[in-house]
């Protein structure tokens, strides 16, 4: 996990360690968000306890984004405008390019609804100038144009993982690295308190939606500094039994009713899954590997941005040819399923390759482009030397001149006294 939070961008950093085993589970909760939000497609999924409580999957990713920050990001401070072009050269060329496509769908929406079709939602149904302004420029987590969920509704958590990391990483270069420790325990306690006293719900958006994502960012940045202090875990036996432990006490959690109400508990164990997993000791991570699966955690990051538009559209083709096929029932999820995640895993490695990878250069040599016509020109060692050696007088060496402190050009030292 070398490459970012959701895959693709190269670390800055290219020697650190990578987390095959978390890179694999972040490619497998991708996928199992897209089968969360299309489980209306047959009952069978709606009435299933297990997929009613996914929407925690959404807290794994804070939790490792926040795991990612401190292993990627903070060990070595750059200007707070340089971290924040990075994410956004990361994250922005496809969030631009999936919103374009939720639009052109929309557009293709009403032209079948014109034609006499019948479509599960009416075109640009909650969908408006303001709010689509409010989603191109990841202005959600703000609530300051728009107050739901619209457009290409999973782009919200970026919004949302764009402002809390940019907050944490400006705690680290205000107060540094080591008051940032207690403060991110104090934003993880006020985060959980906040969340409990005005009970705020998965679904919330907005400033509320930052809060939870400050929780589980926070949080996951704590969990880093405590893997790095503390291996408990040594060797497959005991990493095994950690693996079988942490993920039967994350399914306790997110079954358990009594977590319903308060379900950022449920973050807690995932986070205890991202402690054991990083060890990579048991057997399961070593299943992960060689199954090559931290390949599907690289196009994480386009399964989720895309899982909508592609569902939409998947599914709408599959309800009404699969019927007339007899495939009904069961046998219609066990076909559904992975055909969707086939398509869906098609479309985005296709999106990795052509739109995020490509973006995420450009958007770096705009940078540097920009940087490079606001920064002054810079005098080469050649010029300095023949203004030296203009300004020199006759029978001096050049080598007897020193610097102006204001111009950083050398004078000779009568002239530097006499001034």
């Known amino acids: 996990m070398a490459a970012e939070a959701k895959g693709g961008e190269a670390s800055p950093r290219p020697h650190l360690r990578r987390y095959f085993a978390l890179d694999a589970f972040r490619g497998l909760a991708a996928v199992a968000v897209a089968i969360f939000h299309f489980r209306w497609t047959h009952p069978e999924l709606s009435t299933c306890g297990i997929f009613e409580r996914l929407v925690?999957?959404?807290?794994?990713f804070f939790v490792l984004g926040g795991f990612v920050l401190a292993h990627v990001y903070l060990a070595k401070l750059q200007p707070l405008?340089?971290?924040?072009?990075?994410?956004?050269?990361r994250l922005y060329p496809l969030h631009v390019f999936a919103l374009a496509m939720f639009a052109l769908l929309q557009l293709g929406k009403l032209l079948a609804e014109n034609a006499g079709f019948a479509t599960r939602h009416a075109a640009f149904e909650g969908m408006n100038a303001?709010?689509?302004v409010d989603s191109l420029l990841l202005l959600q987590s703000t609530g300051l144009l728009w107050h739901e969920i619209s457009w290409n509704?999973?782009?919200?958590?970026?919004?949302?993982?764009?402002?809390?990391?940019a907050i944490v990483y400006g705690l680290a270069i205000r107060f540094g690295q080591r008051a940032l420790a207690p403060i991110c325990i104090a934003i993880v306690v006020a985060s959980a308190v906040y969340m409990f006293a005005f009970t705020v719900e998965p679904r919330d958006y907005g400033p509320d939606a930052l809060i939870r994502t400050l929780y589980g960012l926070t949080l996951g940045y704590l969990l880093y500094r405590l893997h790095t202090r503390f291996e408990f875990i040594r060797g497959p036996v005991w990493g095994t039994i950690a693996e079988v432990l942490a993920i039967a006490f994350v399914l306790l959690l997110v079954r358990s009713p009594a977590t319903r109400p308060y379900w950022y508990l449920v973050t807690l164990g995932l986070a205890v899954v991202?402690?054991?997993?990083?060890s990579e000791q048991g057997l399961i991570s070593s299943a992960f590997k060689k199954l090559r699966l931290h390949h599907l955690g690289m196009a994480s990051y386009s399964i989720y941005l895309n899982h909508a538009l592609i569902g939409i559209i998947f599914s709408k083709l599959y309800l009404t040819v699969a019927p007339n096929l007899g495939i009904v029932g069961a046998v219609s999820v066990a076909v559904y399923v992975p055909t969707f995640v086939l398509?869906?895993?098609v479309y985005s490695g296709l999106t990795l390759l052509y739109i995020e990878k490509p973006g995420h250069a450009l958007m770096m040599r705009v940078r540097s482009v920009v940087l490079a016509r606001i920064r002054p020109p810079?005098?080469?060692?050649?010029?300095?030397?023949r203004l030296e050696r203009e300004l020199a007088p006759a029978g001096s060496h050049p080598s007897s001149s020193r610097p102006a402190a204001s111009s950083g050009v050398k004078v000779p030292a009568s002239t530097a006294s006499a001034s």
Do not use: C, K, M
């Open 56 to 60: 925690n999957l959404l807290d794994f």
């Open 81 to 89: 405008g340089h971290f924040v072009w990075r994410r956004l050269a």
């Open 130 to 132: 303001l709010n689509f």
């Open 153 to 165: 509704y999973p782009s919200w958590t970026v919004s949302t993982e764009l402002f809390a990391a």
């Open 274 to 278: 991202i402690y054991v997993f990083a």
């Open 343 to 345: 398509v869906l895993i």
């Open 378 to 385: 810079q005098p080469s060692p050649a010029y300095l030397a």
